[in-house]
């Protein structure tokens, strides 16, 4: 699908043309006077929905919570960490305009598909189940940062936008419910071709599962993954850090991605983030893992770090742990993209990225290795990766943990968490049998945190379980490292986290939305 990045901005003067004092074709931007006739036109209309999907932004979700650390003071995530942001800060207010700027495009789609003339009525149905799938999407991460929310499905004009009021999360989860599944209907099960990576009937049941979920609505979240789960297209990628490099791409294991070509559109980049600071032009150390996150990898034997039987060497304490460690995190020891080793020890001269050497280097110790490709080394900013949105190990593990909420305990709970620990690159051991459903929620949340991480679901998760107040400390951990015999953990000091549970748990309205319509109430202290 590399082919919807080129010529994309072309379409979208359609999508906010208005209506001209002179009865004239512009010469500068496509009209609805000579658009929406052909198949061609209803493409490119269906095309422009697919660069709203997240991008960069999914490095960020994960950057506000516990597992992660936004490593740079003037980031909006750091702001908004500290407790530091108000209803006016503009991170806000780009999510918001983002999510409508898309829905704003969906609803202009489906109010001019109809009048393209064709008899190819399978296109027709398939362009709509995309763009029902992507403006669900966007109505999914809407409710979960804001709450209840404005459910605009028709275009509307500035008066219309002046009155809006916010609509219930209630009717907005059964909103993207009933949208997705009408999504599935429209879709076929997968593409060939140059159409890999177009939204597929996967894509569509697979956030609904997601959403439902999300909302607590777990029948609805396990019948929507094991619809997934039967459609026999997807499994699980044999190697689980190339599911993340360029031999990944459209491999059976991705759902829905994000999709990117190097060389093309500079709006079409997206930024590796500079992972350490030797790179020329890099941007440094954005998002950086925790203390919390890295303590969470098993050692390869299945037990905790913390278990006095699963023989953790805290002088070695990146041996033997659970795979996906090092394919997730470049740790001290490991070799980078551009052949040097990675050493992070504080005070050490031949660290390559000493903690605190530079506003741009870890302050953890660790950095992100997730999409960080030797071919990109020498353009960080420039890579052709692309971003996964959705894949068939969350799909697993959502209908493991919406049975468990629905104490629906059998083999197929077991089963489907096994698969993604024992993924070929990774191996971990099964987990026990015939345990309570207090542990296995507890197993199914861990995994979902190692095996998800950095991929910008964390927030919500730890939104949902209402547990973000618990685990969200004041102060920010990273590696534990020997000095002079003894053993010393980094502490970033100066910098502390804010939680507040009566009203962190959901981001404010944005207050230039509210100064355009006091009909917008806000949410509860902000």
Known sequence: MKKIIGLLSIVFFLFSCQESLLDTVPDDRISTEIFWQTEDDAILGANALYPTLDGNRLFSYDGITDLVHTNRLFEDNSIIEAGNADASFSRFLSEWDAAYTAIRRANDFFENIDRVETDNTTLISQLKGEVRTIRAYHYLKLVMLFGDVPLITTSINVDEGKVLTRDPAADIWDYISTELTTAAGELPASYSGNDKGRVSKG????????????????????AAAKQVMDLGVYSLYNSYEDLFQYEGENCNEIILDRQFAKDVLSNNYYNTLGPWSLVPGSVGSVYVPTKKLVDMYEMNNGLSITD????????????????RLKQSIFVTGMELPNGKIYNTLPNDPNATDPVGGTLYTTTTGWNIKKYIADNDNSTPGNSGINLI?????????????????????????????????????????????????????EIVRKERAIELAFEGTRLFDIRRWNIAHEVMPETVYGMTYEENGSLVTIEITGYNRVFDSSRDYLWPIPQKERELNQNLEQNPKW
């Not at 999300?214 to 979240?221: H, I, K, P, S, V």
Request: net charge negative; hydrophobic share 40%.
């Open 203 to 222: 894509a569509a049941l697979g956030l609904k599962a997601r959403g439902m979920l999300y909302a607590g609505r777990y029948a609805e979240a396990a």
């Open 389 to 441: 949105l959705l894949r068939y190990a969350e799909v697993l593990l959502t209908y493991a943990e919406a049975k468990i909420e629905l104490n629906e305990i059998d083999n197929s709970v077991y089963n489907a968490i096994n698969q993604v620990r024992g993924r070929v690159s990774v191996n971990m051991p099964e987990i026990a049998t015939n345990l309570s459903q207090d542990v296995l929620r």
């Open 308 to 323: 006095s039987e699963s023989g953790f060497d805290p002088y070695n304490p990146y041996e033997n742990r659970d795979p």
